[in-house]
């Protein structure tokens, strides 16, 4: 399985971006998918989810109203709009597959590729 991040870049605070992450290796329109995202000397966080239809999502508190999840099974890609960036959104942001629906807990995902680096000057 590969799930392979993209999209990152250097944006300023009030910014846009759009990340994408290419599936291979699994039944992408079967799987649970979500976006963690780990700052420099801090913990992984959770940032969203998406179920398998596109249909139910869920966002931490820190990005909800500012970010928005979505997949395209047809092209086993999940994406992830960010609006209005904060510096605090800075950090390696990674795809990955949830094991369990509503979880926001690191260990209840898995598949974790190498990440894009998003960077919000302020």
């Known amino acids: 399985v590969q799930l392979q991040a993209s999209g990152g870049g250097l944006v300023q605070a009030g910014g846009s971006l759009r990340l994408s992450c290419a599936a291979s290796g699994l039944t992408f329109r079967s799987a649970l998918m979500g976006w963690f995202r780990q700052a420099p000397g801090k913990e992984r966080e959770f940032v969203s989810a998406i179920n398998t239809s596109g249909g139910g999502t869920y966002y931490a508190d820190s990005v909800k109203g500012r970010f928005t999840i979505s997949r395209d099974n047809a092209k086993n890609t999940m994406y992830l709009q960010m609006n209005d960036l904060k510096p605090d959104d800075t950090a390696t942001y990674y795809c990955?597959?949830?094991?369990?629906?509503?979880?926001?807990?690191?260990?209840?995902?898995?598949?974790w590729g190498q990440g894009t680096q998003v960077t919000v000057s302020s």
């Open positions: 990955v597959r949830a094991r369990i629906w509503g979880s926001t807990r690191p260990a209840d995902f898995d598949f």
